[in-house]
């Protein structure tokens, strides 16, 4: 098939849980012997209109930033201009979006009608602008109202127009049906994935831990986030320093970069937690695996919106435990392999007593513990492999639904 994927982001780097879903897909199906093409807006920081990465052509489109109307009327324009460009020269069998204004500029274009076509949501695209932008006050506050209001509208009519919808958990099916009315019938629920080739485990995570200048005498956790507040960081910290007066030797890793950085710096200084944490900042794709290799556990402290959680299946894939709050994506996950896995709520209260008591049990009971290890690499490498989730999206895209 002759396969054009739109998305928001360009894939020169991958930073986020979104985007590599997006670049999974791309190299997956070409891998599959289809000629895809992603279309995108071009950032300040590109130097060309298009670019070969890996085995697809990247095509992308001049967006006009001096405000946010000129913003969104140039996407939609220029974006739709590119698309009919480019099916003009190649014609496109199938389509697949990611967010909404890539797929709202290509769905209004005439040509699309007959195309068969998929929009991935990942989560919806209004809520996850208002948590990042939840403080203005004064006229910035209507401000971002009426930027939310805009961006609901655009998402809802690009889910409208689309033929079928994919997300990656029941959770977002869910969120669908509740904030822009999509009956659940037209929603396929393809989970996420993990390179099971990358993300293994390790036979000597001592050595690791040597390269990585982490502790060798301590009990590791380790979490990668976006420093932001949906992500539940502050109430890590707090757990974990609670949970140091029944397991003292506790080291907590956060890898990531954000908004909350100094924030949560401050709060480790205040909390006394100096010497049992380290943010190590944005953590490399080749870096990532030993991480997690390196951790004894996982930690996933989500408050809200866990569309999935890549996060929670590469450590798995590792064969690392992860203890997660009961949140969206995370819930239906560890479900699966062990609902005690998941905290009671997302209270700091709750992750200290089951940190300190999962570090317990795994003291006084190893041979139990390098089971669960096994079951938990078992269960991604079965369950989430992203050549599953790339066979189900060719499926789809090959029949009409």
Not at 63 to 73: G, N
Not at 341 to 352: D, H, I, K, V, Y
């Amino acid at each position: 098939m002759n396969i054009l994927l739109a998305s928001d982001v360009s894939m020169n780097t991958v930073a986020s849980g979104a985007e590599r879903v997006i670049r999974e897909q791309l190299d997956r199906l070409c891998a599959r012997g289809h000629h895809v093409v992603h279309l995108t807006r071009r950032l300040p920081e590109h130097d060309t209109d298009c670019a070969d990465i890996g085995a697809f052509r990247e095509h992308r489109y001049e967006v006009d930033r001096r405000s946010a109307a000129r913003f969104l009327v140039s996407s939609i324009r220029r974006g739709r201009a590119l698309f009919r460009r480019l099916h003009r020269e190649t014609p496109f069998d199938a389509l697949v979006f990611h967010q909404p204004f890539a797929a709202a500029a290509v769905l209004s274009a005439p040509e699309s009608r007959d195309l068969r076509n998929l929009y991935v949501c990942h989560s919806l695209a209004f809520e996850e602008y208002a948590m990042l932008h939840n403080r203005p006050a004064g006229p910035r506050a209507l401000v971002r109202s009426a930027h939310i209001e805009a961006l609901r509208r655009l998402e809802r009519y690009a889910l409208r127009r689309a033929e079928r919808i994919c997300v990656l958990s029941d959770y977002t099916r869910s969120k669908l049906r509740e904030r822009h009315r999509v009956p659940p019938e037209r929603v396929e629920i393809i989970p996420g994935g993990v390179d099971t080739g990358t993300f293994t485990p390790s036979p000597n995570p001592a050595g690791l831990r040597h390269r990585l200048g982490l502790p060798a005498d301590r009990t590791v956790l380790f979490t990668v986030r976006n420093l932001e507040p949906r992500m539940g960081l502050e109430n890590l910290l707090r757990a974990v320093a609670e949970a140091r007066a029944a397991v003292p030797d506790l080291f907590l890793v956060v890898g990531g970069s954000g908004p909350l950085a100094s924030e949560l710096a401050a709060l480790s200084a205040r909390l006394g937690l100096d010497d049992g944490l380290r943010f190590t900042g944005f953590i490399s794709e080749d870096l990532l695996p030993d991480y997690y290799r390196a951790a004894d556990l996982f930690v996933l402290p989500t408050l809200d919106m866990e569309g999935f959680g890549l996060v929670t299946v590469e450590s798995l894939s590792c064969g690392v435990p992860v203890l997660g709050t009961p949140v969206g994506g995370t819930r239906e996950i560890l479900a699966g392999l062990d609902p005690d896995l998941l905290f009671r709520n997302r209270t700091p209260a709750a992750m200290a007593e089951k940190i300190a008591g999962t570090c317990r049990e795994m003291r006084r009971d190893p041979e139990r513990w390098t089971e669960l290890k096994r079951r938990c690499r078992d269960y991604a490498a079965t369950h989430y492999d992203w050549e599953i989730h790339a066979k189900k999206i060719e499926t789809l895209l090959a029949s009409r639904f």
